[in-house]
C-alpha cells in the first residue's frame, strides 16, 4: 500500500490541502477559507476539517501524517507565535490541536522553511545538499538546507534573511531595524518606492496599465511593463535583483553555501531580475564562494505549500 501524506498550506484567506506522494505527486486537492478573523480555535477547525475531508475521500493508500507550513515563527515544540494576518493569536499548537481532532499525526513549521523543505525534496534542490531559499513576496522568508536538513536554529527562528541589514542608514522595515532587504524587495515597500518615482517619471508604461492610479501598482504589473520594454521597469528589476543579491553575497559568505534558489511573487519577474542577482552575488561574494555561486528559480511554484507541508510529514513522520 503506497504511504501517503497530507500537505496544508495555511494562508490568510484560504487553507490550500492535499494528498501527496513520496514522488511529489498531489493526488487529491481542495481548500477551504480560513476565516482568520474568527480567532484560532476556528482555524483550528477549518484545518481539521479540510485534512479529514481529504483522508476520507481516498480511496487507495495509507496516511502517515500532515504537514502544516504556517505563517510566523514555529518554536521547536510546534508553537505558532504572533502570526501576521492572524487576529487573536499569541502561540497556538497547531500540530497538537489539529492531531487531538483528527487523530493523524501532525507536524507544523514556518512556511518559507517548508517551501525549502520542498524545494530539497521535490524540487530545484534535489541535486544540492546545502541551499538557500528565498521567498520573494509581502515579505522576503527564508530557509537554509544544510546536508539535506532543515537548519532550524535553537528556538526554531533561523533563515529570517530578509531582515538582513543591506543599508544601516536604511529605511525603516516593520521590524523595526533599518535597512534590512525586506524594507527594499518587500512587495509593499517595492510597489510604494516605484509610486513615488513614478511621480518623477509619468512616462512609464507602468502608468498606463494602472491607468493613472498609483496606488493599484504590484510586482505582476511592474512585470508586464518590462515585458513590453519598459526601461524605467527594467531598472526596476535590476535594482531589487541587486540589493537581493547584496543580501545573499552576505549569507553565502557566512554559510559556505554556494546555491541559491529563489520563489515566491516577485520571482516571477524572471531573467532580469535573476540577471542582477547572480551578477551581484558573483561580484560580492568572497572569491571561493563566488566562483560557484548560482542563484536559481524555484520550481515548485503554486504547488510550494503544499508539497513543502507534504515534505515536511515525509521527512519528519518516516
Avoid at 506522494?21 to 482568520?36: C, K, Q, R, V, Y
Avoid at 544601516?168 to 534590512?180: A, D, I, L, R, T
Avoid at 516605484?194 to 518623477?200: N, S
Avoid at 513590453?228 to 535583483?241: C, H, L, M, P, S
Wanted: hydrophobic share 40%.
Amino acid at each position: 500500500m503506497e504511504k501517503l501524506v497530507i500537505g496544508v498550506d495555511l494562508g490568510g484567506t484560504f487553507i490550500k490541502a492535499g494528498v501527496v506522494n513520496n514522488s511529489g505527486e498531489i493526488l487529491i486537492e481542495d481548500s477551504i477559507p480560513t476565516e482568520a478573523e474568527k480567532g484560532p480555535e476556528h482555524v483550528v477547525e477549518q484545518i481539521s476539517k479540510i485534512v479529514l475531508k481529504l483522508a476520507q475521500n481516498l480511496k487507495n493508500g495509507h496516511i502517515l501524517g500532515t504537514g502544516i507550513g504556517a505563517p510566523g515563527q514555529v518554536d521547536p515544540q510546534g508553537g505558532v507565535k504572533y502570526p501576521p494576518n492572524f487576529p487573536g493569536w499569541t502561540v497556538v499548537y497547531l500540530a497538537k490541536e489539529v492531531e487531538e481532532k483528527t487523530g493523524i499525526k501532525t507536524v507544523v513549521d514556518n512556511d518559507a522553511n517548508v517551501a525549502a523543505i520542498g524545494e530539497a525534496k521535490f524540487g530545484a534542490g534535489k541535486e544540492y545538499p546545502d541551499f538557500i531559499m528565498v521567498t520573494l513576496g509581502t515579505g522576503i522568508g527564508g530557509g537554509i538546507i544544510i546536508g539535506g536538513k532543515i537548519y532550524r536554529g535553537p528556538t526554531g527562528g533561523a533563515g529570517e534573511i530578509g531582515h538582513v541589514s543591506i543599508n544601516f542608514e536604511g529605511p525603516k522595515c516593520n521590524c523595526g531595524n533599518y535597512g534590512c532587504v525586506e524594507a527594499y524587495v518587500g512587495q509593499k515597500y517595492l510597489s510604494a518606492w516605484v509610486a513615488k518615482e513614478l511621480e518623477k517619471n509619468p512616462k512609464s508604461k507602468i502608468v498606463e496599465l494602472v491607468n493613472g492610479d498609483l496606488s493599484k501598482i504590484e510586482p505582476y504589473i511592474i512585470s508586464l511593463a518590462a515585458e513590453q520594454g519598459d526601461e524605467f521597469a527594467i531598472n526596476v528589476w535590476k535594482r531589487a535583483g541587486f540589493y537581493v543579491g547584496v543580501m545573499l553575497a552576505s549569507v553565502m559568505n557566512l554559510f559556505d553555501i554556494k546555491v541559491a534558489i529563489v520563489g515566491g511573487g516577485v520571482a516571477k519577474a524572471g531573467k532580469v531580475l535573476f540577471d542582477a542577482m547572480n551578477e551581484t552575488v558573483k561580484l560580492r561574494a568572497l572569491k571561493p564562494i563566488a566562483e560557484k555561486a548560482i542563484v536559481i528559480p524555484a520550481q515548485l511554484g503554486n504547488r510550494a505549500g503544499i508539497l513543502g507541508a507534504g515534505a515536511l510529514a515525509f521527512e519528519e513522520l518516516t
